[in-house]
């Protein structure tokens, strides 16, 4: 299953979807609609995208271009510049049994991001799994982005909470190809994830409950 949204508040309710998008250039703004998730397992794959706007959001097109040939697979046209996946960061939620990760970004673009649960959580391309621990493994990708100076190194941040919460541990991986790719362990089997894109901008947070409403 796979849901586009842009600018909205997108719930994983144990494979059960619950959405309330920004309202877009003045329109009615539609009600969330919640669906009861009991009984089903984590382990449901269920996979939900869409597009955050960094900066200024419009492409400036390549000036250097190269016009006499085709360009290499992997190649970018001269003056493409990617935003830039900053930091990452694990904080309370709004209430005692949720937490957040919230991702930050700088420069100008868009943002392609999804979000689902994994059995085993692969990094892309590669058979090798990340090593995350939870009861739930949430893999978060982020396409067109690059990141930052705590990648230098290339060695993932590496997240702890720093008290009871929701979350085991993030393992964020810094970008591949323009791919940048996050995994959050649950301590729960019973998550209920946020992925919110609104507000602020040029944030994706994305926020834990260990349990149902």
């Given at each position: 299953m796979l849901s586009a949204v842009r600018g909205a508040a997108v719930i994983l309710s144990l494979g059960v979807l619950a959405t309330g998008c920004a309202a877009d250039g003045g329109g009615d703004e539609p009600a969330a609609?919640?669906?009861?998730?009991?009984?089903?397992?984590?382990?449901?794959?269920?996979?939900?995208?869409?597009?955050?706007?960094?900066?200024n959001p419009t492409p400036v097109p390549p000036t250097d271009a190269p016009a006499d040939r085709a360009l290499a697979p992997g190649e970018v046209p001269a003056g493409v510049v990617y935003p830039v996946l900053d930091a990452v960061t694990i904080g309370p939620g709004t209430d005692s049994e949720a937490d957040k990760v919230t991702l930050t970004f700088g420069g100008d673009g868009s943002i392609g991001w999804s979000a689902r649960f994994v059995d085993i959580a692969f990094r892309d391309g590669t058979d090798v799994p990340a090593p995350v621990s939870g009861k739930c493994l949430l893999q978060i990708d982020l396409s067109g982005v690059d990141t930052?100076?705590?990648?230098?190194?290339?060695?993932?941040?590496?997240?702890?909470?720093?008290?009871?919460?929701?979350?085991?541990?993030?393992?964020?991986?810094?970008?591949?190809?323009?791919?940048?790719?996050?995994?959050?362990?649950?301590?729960?089997?019973?998550?209920?994830?946020?992925?919110?894109?609104?507000?602020?901008?040029?944030?994706?947070?994305?926020?834990?409950?260990?349990?149902l409403r």
């Open positions: 609609a919640t669906a009861d998730a009991a009984g089903i397992s984590c382990q449901r794959v269920e996979s939900f995208a869409g597009t955050l706007r960094v900066g930052g100076d705590i990648w230098t190194d290339r060695s993932p941040v590496h997240l702890f909470p720093s008290g009871a919460s929701a979350i085991v541990e993030v393992f964020s991986y810094p970008s591949d190809n323009h791919l940048a790719q996050t995994f959050i362990g649950t301590r729960t089997s019973t998550p209920v994830i946020t992925v919110d894109t609104a507000d602020p901008t040029d944030t994706l947070t994305v926020t834990v409950e260990a349990t």
